[in-house]
């Protein structure tokens, strides 16, 4: 509205006319955030009063609904809560990316380190749809292991390729093992070429003769993508 455009730009009627105040007052306008960037405008025109600001603004369109793809860990009904009072609104930068950082603390606090809104597409009906991609493997590379451990770790390890990825799973998965064969254990997160995430876990063996039990280093995660 009128009103929340002049409650946020500095310059007052009577002011003298700073360029760099008007462009501060384009960006405060800008941070808004329901306005279409790319067609914001402030025009000086020089009159025998003074200089006169013209100020043209296009609202970005109006969200009907939402509409959510890629979820399985969930529901649809949580998502909406998450993005509750957007709806029936023009779209509003700062609102949809504080919901968009919601979900992603959704899934990370939960152990989902991957997932994250991917997309977000704008449809000419007024649908806005949200776009989440969970974090899936699309392959686990194990190294390191003794062979008489691999069918047992291979029984305890529930993270197999094409299944998302949740690292407070794998890390109760894997908690047992360290200290007592390995003294280290080390999992990180590659990309492939094609922009699928490999999962990288690695058994180190306790080299230190007569290393007390449970002085081995649990390493975090190095190189997952949060």
Request: glycine letters at 8%.
């Amino acid at each position: 509205s009128t009103d929340k455009i002049i409650s946020v730009m500095r310059v007052r009627k009577g002011d003298l006319y700073s360029r760099d105040k008007v462009m501060d007052d384009l960006k405060a306008i800008n941070r808004i955030g329901c306005f279409d960037d790319r067609k914001l405008d402030i025009n000086p025109v020089l009159t025998d009063g003074g200089v006169v600001l013209t100020i043209k603004v296009v609202e970005n369109p109006v969200i009907k609904r939402f509409v959510y793809k890629g979820n399985t860990k969930i529901a649809d009904k949580d998502l909406a809560h998450l993005f509750d009072g957007q709806v029936g609104l023009p779209q509003n930068i700062d609102s949809l990316s504080k919901a968009i950082d919601e979900v992603d603390y959704w899934y990370h606090s939960r152990g989902y380190v991957l997932a994250k809104v991917a997309d977000v597409k704008d449809r000419p009906d007024g649908t806005t749809q949200i776009v989440i991609d969970e974090g899936k493997l699309s392959a686990v590379e194990i190294t390191g292991l003794e062979p008489t451990d691999k069918t047992a770790i291979a029984r305890q390890i529930s993270v197999i390729r094409s299944q998302i990825y949740n690292d407070s799973n794998l890390i109760n998965e894997l908690r047992q093992w360290y200290g007592r064969v390995y003294g280290d254990i080390t999992r990180s997160i590659a990309v492939d070429k094609n922009g699928s995430y490999v999962l990288k876990i690695q058994f180190l063996k306790r080299v230190q003769v007569g290393q007390p039990s449970g002085r081995a280093n649990w390493h975090g995660v190095r190189g997952y993508r949060a």
